[in-house]
């Protein structure tokens, strides 16, 4: 059975950093993509960034420069740095893994990034950055 956790959200004041992490438990990490995204209530689910198993990351303009994605497959964890942080990145964060493989070479980075492309979820860590 997969499950997906996340970890190491928090209350940060603005242009500081947090570091999320992601386990997996039944899923080989390296044999997956993964991918982190967010979600306000009462908004639709975004995709922040995505790394595949050789390590090529695709980020979201908003993530681009501040946000740094990572995975350590003998641990079986993935990681989101957060550097500079600002008040609107307050978001609920979620890990996901695809099951259905490698994405075409011609693929967008938004369509990499789309939540439905995604099959497993954790449950989600709050980041809350004051001003």
């Known amino acids: 059975q997969v499950q997906v956790v996340e970890s190491g959200g928090g209350l940060v004041q603005a242009g500081g950093s947090l570091r999320l992490s992601c386990t997996a438990s039944?899923?080989?990490?390296?044999?997956?993509?993964l991918g982190w995204f967010r979600q306000a209530p009462g908004k639709e689910r975004e995709g922040v960034s995505c790394?595949?198993?050789?390590?090529?990351?695709y980020y979201a303009d908003s993530a681009k420069g501040r946000f740094t994605i990572s995975r350590d497959n003998a641990k079986n964890t993935l990681y989101l740095q957060m550097n500079s942080l600002k008040p609107e990145d307050t978001d609920m964060y979620y890990c996901?893994?695809?099951?259905?493989?490698?994405?075409?070479?011609?693929?967008?980075?938004?369509?990499?990034?789309?939540?439905?492309?995604?099959?497993?979820w954790g449950q989600g860590t709050q980041v809350t950055v004051s001003s």
């Open positions: 996901a893994a695809r099951q259905s493989g490698r994405f075409s070479t011609y693929s967008s980075t938004s369509y990499r990034l789309a939540p439905y492309n995604y099959n497993y």
């Open positions: 039944g899923l080989p990490l390296d044999t997956y993509v």
């Open positions: 790394i595949t198993w050789s390590g090529s990351s």
